[in-house]
């Protein structure tokens, strides 16, 4: 299962090796300075924007990899139909990031939006 993780000044969706595949894609990483919001969302579906591309997706099921649509590109690993963490960008190459989690509360909570230092 995929896990957002602090290092250095960066945010990083680490994927597992299915999830690599799933979203034909490798572990995301983004400045923490990007990062404007942290929010935990009951499930992840209403937050997903866009089409799918590339990546995998059955609606409902799992939506793994790169969104894209006219306000850019976002990243999720989205997988069921419970809670997530949102993560709202701003001047990266994503937009938003979704990952669902069991305990995305405390996931969330590991998200600090401004470098320490």
Do not use: N, Y
């Not at 983004?30 to 935990?40: D, G, W, Y």
Request: net charge neutral.
């Amino acid at each position: 299962m995929a896990t957002l993780a602090v290092v250095g000044d960066e945010l990083v969706v680490q994927l597992s090796w299915w999830e690599r595949l799933e979203a034909f894609h490798g572990d995301v990483r983004v400045r923490r300075s990007a990062v404007r919001a942290v929010r935990v969302v009951d499930t992840a579906w209403p937050e997903l924007r866009g089409i799918r591309a590339p990546g995998t997706g059955i609606p409902g099921v799992v939506a793994v990899g790169t969104r894209r649509g006219e306000f850019g590109k976002d990243f999720a690993v989205v997988h069921g139909k419970g809670p997530a963490v949102v993560v709202e960008l701003e001047g990266e190459q994503w937009g938003r990031l979704v990952v669902t989690s069991a305990d995305a509360a405390a996931l969330a909570a590991g998200v600090d939006p401004t470098p320490s230092g």
